[in-house]
């Protein structure tokens, strides 16, 4: 049974600083692996989309970079705002189509 | 596009009471998930249609829970009857390709 574990659970660091946020997954088998963020109370937006083909994936400030044999998967943030705050959850998808998730990273950028 | 839209945003019920959480995915998706968040155990997929067929439900916790899908264009979550271990934030989410997933807002059940 795959299983999505992020860590740190939670992380607080002053604005400007470059960050990465670590997923690992136990069945390499996956067929893509999504980056969301959650605002409080809010619904998730999809950050990024990593194929299982691919190794990286950007999108202005952030990267993700995917690797299989390993399980693992890193979200990084170049140079934080406060408006990064937010929980972060790593979700691979499984053979059903259906997305498994990790508990997330609440991540706080201090001004 | 709209997006996925949920209703109702908020529900509060009491015990033993019919819950319905209704999803419209977005236009063309041939995908639709219901997932449903708690502090204790994340987000958890519920169950799942392809092409309005019900594929994967095994997440669904009891037989109080059921899930429709009667077209392309709508989906019901029912809770009945309802139980206060049952409160949650409930998630629809719906996808093509089996590339990304888009989700709705939530719906916030509290059940007392």
């Known amino acids: 049974k795959q299983e999505v574990t992020q860590i740190p659970a939670a992380l607080s660091v002053p604005e400007g600083e470059n960050l990465v946020l670590n997923c690992s997954f136990t069945?390499?088998?996956?067929?893509?692996l999504q980056w969301f963020r959650q605002d409080p109370g809010k619904g998730l937006t999809s950050l990024l989309l990593i194929q299982s083909s691919q190794r990286e994936q950007t999108s202005g400030r952030l990267n993700a970079s995917l690797d299989k044999s390993s399980g693992r998967s890193t979200l990084y943030i170049a140079a934080s705002q406060p408006g990064d705050s937010a929980t972060y959850l790593c979700?691979?998808?499984?053979?059903?189509?259906?997305?498994?998730f990790g508990k997330g990273t609440k991540l706080s950028v201090k001004p | 596009d709209a997006g996925v839209i949920q209703s109702p945003r908020h529900e509060v019920t009491e015990m033993g009471q019919e819950v319905t959480l209704r999803c419209k995915p977005i236009?063309?998706?041939?995908?639709l998930f219901w997932y449903r968040q708690t502090m204790m155990r994340g987000l958890e997929l519920l169950i799942y249609?392809?092409?309005?067929?019900?594929?994967?439900d095994s997440g669904m916790p009891e037989d109080r829970f059921s899930a429709k899908m009667p077209n392309a264009s709508f989906s019901t979550l029912k809770i009945q009857p309802s139980e206060p271990r049952d409160s949650a934030v409930y998630f629809c989410?719906?996808?093509?390709?089996?590339?990304?997933?888009?989700f709705g807002p939530g719906t916030r059940l509290t059940v007392t």
């Open positions: 236009s063309g998706h041939n995908s």
């Open positions: 249609f392809n092409n309005n067929v019900p594929i994967d």
């Open positions: 979700a691979v998808r499984g053979s059903q189509g259906n997305l498994i």
């Open positions: 989410a719906s996808t093509v390709g089996g590339l990304e997933q888009y």
């Open positions: 069945d390499s088998a996956i067929y893509n």
